[in-house]
């Protein structure tokens, strides 16, 4: 019937391990960087993807811009804080950010479940549309499918972003180099255990707010004391522990934090106690990691904090050349702790 | 729960005589066009998305780029001819190539079903590479996503694509003129029959294949004999006759075509009676209609047959002053019928 031979196709080790595609391969942490390495990069090499950055950094007919994409499949659609739509939205209005982009023109893609209420549908897209204002760019090409009911879950939104790269400005993963400065815009793990706690119906004391917010703005406040910010990471699926690592990773460099300065809120911190989960490994959806030169860190933070999306910025720890490729962070205990790469995911279908 | 009021939402007419999403939403016919018309042009409303080509036209940082999207949810994954992800990278090759544009880059987003065979996986993934590379272009950054088994069909892909227009072409569908030549690359059908004969188990006698193929090389050819094409269209999701209406509207239009000079396998056509279809609302997956002054007609048409993808391109009507708006046909007993746009779909689930 097919004129694909599918059994020609020979597993590479790792994915081997795995003969089904498992959740933890979309959850943004060990199993999913394999697909990326042994399966993605293969198939599709070039240079821009090898850069294994949140987009692709790319010069086209004298311009550089940045190409990102992203699906939302977060259940559910609406949440404390936020929507699918807004997640659509921000997260890829903050991918190009993350190259240093001011983000510009965006694409939706929705797939729609048979029977969504038009209302929903209709909800969904202003909140769409408030969002690209908020941010400042435009939806200016979309597409539309409907699968049959029972095949999805409402809706699936894919937005992909195309943002201008401003000359001098060439921030890169693998630009992290000994003696910078890390900073984390704000706290950490309100997206998560947002919807963690609406998903698994439990009840805090303060409602946990999902942290949703278009960064473009406060990436262009820190690039007007500095183009020279080496490196910036949204840390969204998998948290800040993922993003260090694969920084780290990519730089060949080691990242030293402090326990005691991370910024978590104390519901968010409370939440992840009752759940045995830490919040480096939770899910943001409105923060940034940047890595700096030192010279500049005291500036940089000072812009980040006067900026409403980074009045909790904080220096969390330093760019080392101990441990290549290894995240370690000194506990309240005076003693050390690794912060390894998750394997699969602690919360499945965050975003 | 919720801080969103989806109750607030006012339905505009005609949205309302639907209360839910059906399958037709997504059939690129009249309920397709509804939801563009009444929902997503007043919520994302600008220039770019309001011209309703099959991609948006930018100029960004002096260089004009064509930007577009598509989602995939195909079934069967596999089909003669091709598979999902043939479709996926020929198809957004195909929409910036309807704006002139020679495509460069794509993203691929994969919302993956819990449970899909690692080995299908791979085995895309590779037809994907393949593909790309076939069509010249680079795919330079993606999103995997996982979702639980029973919440999808095995995998849906999104591409998403930037392509750098040349100087001096200037293609969209408001552009067709009367007098103008309508022209197709080739015949018309294939893809949604073949996707029809393995979906229902029909066996014809001989085997229809999808006509899924990257149209830039033939449009590049095209360009070559002049920049001055008024309108090109990849006539996917509700066939010629769907993309004839929405140019013949876009442009305040008549088309006039001739039945007899329609191209159709006779395999496509013997099916088609048989199943009570009309090849003229079937999709395609590798074709084209160019919209050209007459006096570039003849040339262009030379170029179309020497290339591989355009060997059985045909003159096949005009454009007309009257009827503005409507497409009309011919018949082969000197008659004439209206080509309406189709409500929904014939095909669900066709790309």
Redesign the interface.
């Known amino acids: 019937?097919?004129?694909?031979?599918?059994?020609?196709?020979v597993?590479p080790m790792p994915?081997?391990d795995?003969?089904?595609?498992?959740?933890?391969?979309?959850?943004g942490g060990k199993l999913?960087g394999d697909?990326?390495e042994h399966?993605?990069l293969?198939?599709?090499?070039?240079d821009?993807?090898a850069s294994l950055a949140d987009?692709?950094a790319?010069t086209?007919?004298?311009?550089?811009?940045a190409?990102?994409?992203?699906?939302?499949?977060v259940r559910p659609l609406?949440?404390?804080?936020g929507?699918i739509a807004d997640l659509a939205i921000n997260g890829t209005v903050n991918d190009l950010s993350m190259l240093g982009a001011r983000p510009?023109?965006l694409?939706?893609?929705?797939?729609?479940?048979?029977?969504?209420?038009?209302?929903?549908?209709?909800?969904l897209?202003?909140?769409?549309?408030a969002a690209?204002r908020a941010a400042g760019v435009?939806?200016?090409?979309?597409?539309?499918?409907?699968?049959?009911k029972?095949?999805?879950?409402g809706v699936?939104i894919?937005t992909?972003g195309?943002g201008?790269i401003p000359e001098g400005v060439h921030i890169a993963p693998q630009n992290a180099h000994p003696g910078d400065v890390v900073l984390v815009s704000g706290t950490l793990g309100d997206h998560g255990m947002a919807i963690m706690s609406?998903r698994e119906g439990l009840e805090f004391e303060t409602l946990i707010q999902s942290d949703s917010a278009p960064l473009n703005g406060l990436v262009a406040a820190m690039l007007a004391v500095t183009p020279e910010i080496h490196v910036l990471r949204d840390p969204t699926r998998g948290g800040l522990a993922s993003s260090l690592n694969e920084i780290a990773r990519a730089a060949g460099v080691g990242v030293l934090l402090e326990d005691r300065r991370l910024p978590v809120r104390s519901e968010v911190s409370a939440a992840c106690e009752l759940l045995g989960m830490d919040p480096v490994y939770v899910a943001n959806e409105g923060k940034l990691i940047a890595i700096v030169p030192p010279e500049h860190a005291d500036a940089m933070l000072d812009a980040m904090r006067q900026h409403p999306y980074g009045k909790d910025a904080a220096r969390i720890g330093q760019v080392v050349a101990d441990h290549p490729g290894m995240v370690v962070s000194k506990t309240g205990i005076g003693g050390t702790r690794v912060v390894s790469m998750q394997i699969g995911e602690q919360l499945?279908?965050i975003c």
Chains 1, 2 share one sequence.
Request: charge should be negative; include cysteine.
């Open positions: 019937m097919s004129d694909i031979d599918i059994s020609g196709w597993c994915l081997r795995y003969p089904q595609i498992v959740l933890g391969h979309g959850g999913s697909l990326v399966l993605f293969p198939a599709f090499q070039n821009a993807l987009g692709a790319l086209i007919g004298g311009a550089r811009l190409f990102s994409t992203d699906s939302y499949v609406f949440f404390p804080g929507s510009l023109f694409s939706v893609g929705l797939i729609i479940e048979e029977g969504l209420p038009m209302s929903t549908l209709g909800a897209v202003e909140r769409m549309g690209a435009q939806v200016v090409t979309g597409d539309t499918k409907v699968v049959d029972g095949h999805g879950d699936y894919n992909s195309i201008l609406v499945p279908r």
